[in-house]
């Protein structure tokens, strides 16, 4: 076992032994208020392992956003919500594009982690990312969001690497009438929502929104103008509907469009050979509809079938992209017995693209269609009812790249007493390429070379890429030692095999395109391993009736190792310096007399050591007035500690970072 995963889990077994005298020592004292900690730990999630059990029961490091933390945050969009997720890595690099992943491998398309609205998926295959800034979700219709650390491949599929972000909204029975928000300030200058919701006979209700804003620019390293202001109009509806008494439907659609500004280095042209630094506008839109069936076979047994389609696009002057999705998804879960309950599912998945070639970026093929076909089975056995479980289960998964892959899982739970759980894990996953892996030509850069003969820096995919593996042993403890105070940690140790590396090719003459020059070329390979370790702590502590505090903190450590034909010297230590070691944060909820709220939250973020970026503290501040039943007034600070600072600059961008604005604004929200 490595020196590390044992310093680890001794933290563990001191903070158990910590947490068990404390809860000793608070036996026979009456509990003075009514507190609601408890609550809290028994929040009903489903994404863990595809059926509704409770957080504290999960065999898994998992995270809620519910309501309430969303309504107290201030937070107008969903990056800034999942910045008080511990071991979440958050970085805005300009006011439309963040770096977000779990555990490490952080980057602008942060290839490791998956991210569901609704279950459907918003990971694009294409870059092997989330494109944040066309996924325009109303805050006030979000139920809760349930963020998994660590592997969920073996239900969710592949992709689903280092964690899964599931977003889910709220049934339309639970937006009637309506409601309309407005906002505005310094840097969001204008934005609201309308929406409205009621009844569909006696059995069924709707809701229909339409929401917008217009986002400021920031400002470049040399504080001048980044032209990367953005603007977004987006709107939706959702149905759901009792069909009978066992059966259940759910439609829902939207349609979103947006641009946003953004700097880029780009070939201008090889005669003469100039790259210049671009003000180019990223323009995206894109809709999509779901339906959703679900059926109560008998108290035992249930089914669903979801089916979804998408349609995206996106692309400025020097790329285009179009992207078509249709998803087919049927489970079942049923009990074996008193000691057995079986999950299960059949899954496929059309993914088809186009993609519009320039000067800088092309495809080879411009068009591909790729399908993948996965089923999955995952068995809890109770070895002793409510007290011990084991769950073993495996995802079989047949995609275009590299065929059949298998990522199984063997996870553990005790629950000694009502209070306390322990668990275990031991997962495997993989990530699949991504069509710039595979097929793309990039020319990053054309520069004068000698006796007038330009020189190309290109970037290639490889045909033959390979999945990236990972073998991942987690364990953690929660406990919730009174009605005041609950504490989860988790320590886990990963081995990453056949990660993506970039390798230097053997420069010669290139006629295509014109004129004749000397190409450069990388192309893409897998010949990167390595491992990383890390704990995660957190805490919900009621210090009185009006007041709770939630601090948290993340130790990460990465160690990469390039193959022995590897002829790459950058990826490894880019990798490793591009997450801060370590993270802390402290939320405060604060309920003032007269139907005032206050929430602060302070988080500190480590130094980014392969990109020159010191640590920082971000503040963030929410007062709330709940003027009436249907008023009410907020007034929020963003970044408050801080004028200007960058917060990410990784190597992987395709864009120039921008410096963080200290923001604030205004919001009313009407009910009617």
């Not at 190409?519 to 990167?528: E, M």
């Not at 801060?580 to 206050?598: E, G, I």
Request: hydrophobic residues 40%.
């Amino acid at each position: 076992m490595k020196p590390f995963l044992i310093r680890a889990l001794a933290c563990e077994l001191v903070l158990i032994a910590l947490t068990m005298l404390a809860s000793q020592a608070q036996n026979g004292q009456p509990d003075l208020t009514a507190l609601n900690i408890e609550d809290l730990m028994n929040v009903d999630v489903t994404s863990a392992s595809k059926k509704e059990q409770k957080l504290s029961q999960v065999p898994g490091a998992i995270f809620v956003i519910t309501t309430e933390d969303i309504r107290r945050s201030g937070a107008t969009n969903i990056p800034d919500l999942l910045r008080m997720v511990p071991g979440l890595e958050v970085a805005q690099i300009n006011p439309s594009t963040w770096a977000i992943s779990a555990r490490g491998f952080n980057g602008e398309y942060s290839d490791k982690l998956l991210v569901l609205i609704d279950g459907r998926t918003v990971y694009t295959p294409s870059f092997s990312g989330v494109f944040w800034d066309a996924h325009d979700v109303p805050l006030d219709s979000i139920e809760r969001i349930e963020v998994i650390r660590g592997p969920g491949a073996t239900v969710w599929g592949a992709n689903a690497v280092n964690g899964v972000i599931s977003i889910i909204t709220k049934s339309a029975r639970d937006t009637q009438r309506g409601v309309v928000t407005a906002n505005g300030g310094t840097l969001e200058h204008i934005g609201g929502m309308i929406r409205y919701g009621g009844p569909i006979g006696n059995r069924g209700a709707y809701r229909v929104f339409t929401d917008g804003f217009e986002m400021g620019h920031f400002l470049t390293p040399e504080h001048q103008n980044g032209e990367d202001d953005w603007y977004i109009f987006h709107g939706g509806f959702r149905a759901d509907g009792q069909v009978s008494s066992k059966d259940s439907l759910t439609l829902e659609g939207e349609a979103i469009r947006g641009n946003a500004g953004e700097r880029a280095n780009s070939i201008v042209s090889l005669l003469p050979p100039v790259t210049s630094t671009l003000d180019l506008r990223d323009r995206f839109s894109g809709w999509s509809v779901l339906g959703r069936w679900k059926r109560v076979i008998s108290p035992g047994s249930e089914a669903s079938l979801q089916i979804y389609f998408d349609r995206s696009d996106r692309g400025d002057t020097t790329y285009g992209l179009g992207l078509n999705t249709f998803d087919i998804d049927f489970q079942h879960q049923v009990n074996w017995g008193r000691l057995q309950e079986l999950v299960w599912g059949l899954g496929y998945r059309l993914s088809s693209d186009h993609m519009e070639e320039d000067l800088r970026i092309s495809f080879e093929p411009p068009e591909l269609v790729t399908q993948i076909f996965s089923s999955f089975v995952q068995d809890e056995i109770a070895i002793r009812r409510r007290r011990l479980y084991v769950n073993l289960g495996t995802k079989f998964e047949h995609e275009f790249y590299n065929g059949f892959n298998l990522q199984p899982s063997a996870r553990v739970t005790w629950t000694p007493d009502d209070r306390d759980t322990f668990w275990a894990a031991f997962s495997g996953a993989q990530r699949t390429p991504s069509r710039v892996e595979t097929s793309i030509r990039y020319n990053v850069a054309a520069l004068p070379g000698t006796d007038n003969l330009p020189t190309l820096i290109s970037v290639f995919g490889n045909p033959d890429q390979r999945n990236e593996r990972l073998i991942a042993t987690q364990a953690g403890f929660r406990k919730q030692l009174s009605n005041r105070l609950s504490v989860d940690s988790t320590a886990f140790f990963n081995q990453y095999h056949d990660l993506s590396s970039d390798e230097p090719g053997s420069p010669g003459l290139e006629a295509n395109p014109p004129p004749l020059h000397l190409l450069i070329p990388y192309h893409f390979a897998n010949l990167v391993h390595g491992e990383t370790h890390g704990i995660e702590i957190f805490a919900n502590v009621k210090l009185a009736s009006r007041w709770t505090l939630s601090p948290g903190y993340t130790f990460l450590t990465m160690h990469l190792h390039r193959d022995a034909a590897s002829m790459d010297m950058t990826t490894a230590a880019d990798t490793e310096g591009g997450s801060p070691n370590q993270q802390a944060q402290l939320r405060s909820n604060v309920n003032l007399p007269w139907h005032w709220q206050w929430t602060t939250s302070a988080y500190f973020v480590g130094r980014l050591p392969a990109q020159a970026i010191p640590s920082y503290t971000r503040l963030d501040s929410n007062l709330a007035w709940q003027a009436s039943d249907k008023i009410s007034l907020g007034l929020v600070g963003q970044d408050l500690l801080r004028g200007l600072h960058p917060e990410y600059a990784g190597p992987d961008l395709t864009e120039l970072p921008s410096l963080i604005r200290r923001s604030a604004y205004a919001r009313i929200t009407w009910r009617f």
